[in-house]
């Protein structure tokens, strides 16, 4: 049995709520998936948590995931896919996001815990370099409280960050290596990857909505131009503090209003405005909603 065999049964077995991190291609969904998968075989009750909003395991990009895994095949990527309950952050880039992030994380880790999950299994992004990287991870660690954080690492990359995790929650971490059946990707790929994601999340069939310039948060200023809100990245609000998915405005010819594009087949209580626009193509470009609104 090696290293990370003996991690997955040591996690599958004690943890209450384990937590990934490493860079990007360190093989943290493959191990958080053996976790879970063997942990549902030891007849607990699995709740995998994907805290990326970029290159995602559960649900769209812009969004954190919660998918319970009550039976072998909830882990196959189809099923992984399809969230039980989503978190809106409304952008693919954690670092300037931290206060929808955090929020969205601790609203599923309570819904995960009520639901009768007693493990969660935690999958993070790959941002781990510099400041904005510690940043990351010091308030998913703050927020979610694992009991166990295992690191999967490249020499010392990650050093900065478990050092801060051990000093300030006196958490225990697990370092490991890479496993070498992991598969590096490109930028170009990872991009690849996140725009086909979003486009099979708003394949066919699609609802169409008329939308009211009075249900957004942030508020629009007064004579604002919709047409600015051209597909605009937006979370469909549940009316109970929750995401029934995400979906993207589209403004209406002839009359400046506009419309709402999902996959989501109920009408939304409310809309939250997201911080990036959908091309063509469904790549996700980054858009600052201050300037957008002319306002601090």
């Known amino acids: 049995m090696n290293e990370h065999d003996r991690l997955v049964d040591r996690a599958a077995r004690e943890a209450r709520s384990v937590m990934f991190v490493g860079g990007l291609d360190s093989g943290k969904s493959s191990l958080a998936r053996a976790v879970a998968a063997y942990a549902l075989r030891l007849g607990r009750s699995v709740a995998y948590l994907d ?16 998918k319970h895994i009550r039976e072998p095949d909830d882990l196959t990527h189809e099923r992984m896919a399809v969230p039980d309950a989503i978190g809106f952050v409304g952008s693919t880039s954690p670092e300037a996001h931290l206060l929808p992030l955090v929020g969205a994380l601790a609203r599923l880790r309570e819904r995960a815990r009520a639901e009768g999950a007693d493990l969660v299994v935690v999958d993070t992004g790959g941002e781990v370099s510099g400041i904005r990287g510690q940043l990351v991870k010091f308030y998913k660690v703050d927020t979610l409280e694992p009991d166990l954080v295992v690191a999967l690492q490249r020499g010392e ?70 047409s600015q809100l051209d597909r605009l990245l937006v979370g469909l609000s549940d009316g109970e503090g929750g995401y029934t998915g995400i979906g993207y405005l589209e403004p209406v010819a002839g009359n400046g209003g506009l419309r709402l594009i999902s996959p989501v087949a109920e009408a939304p209580k409310a809309l939250r405005l997201g911080s990036v626009r959908l091309e063509e193509s469904f790549r996700a470009k980054r858009i600052d909603l201050r300037n957008l609104f002319g306002t601090e």
């Open 157 to 226: 990359e990650l050093e900065p960050i478990l050092g801060v995790v051990e000093r300030f929650f006196g958490l225990e971490v697990v370092r490991l290596g890479i496993h070498p059946a992991v598969v590096p990707t490109t930028v170009d790929e990872r991009m690849e990857q996140r725009e086909q994601a979003m486009r099979r999340y708003f394949s066919p069939p699609l609802q169409r909505f008329r939308v009211r310039p009075t249900v957004f948060m942030p508020s629009l200023p007064p004579l604002f131009d919709l």
């Open 51 to 66: 805290s990326d909003v970029s290159q995602k395991t559960v649900g769209p990009p812009g969004t954190v995931g919660l």
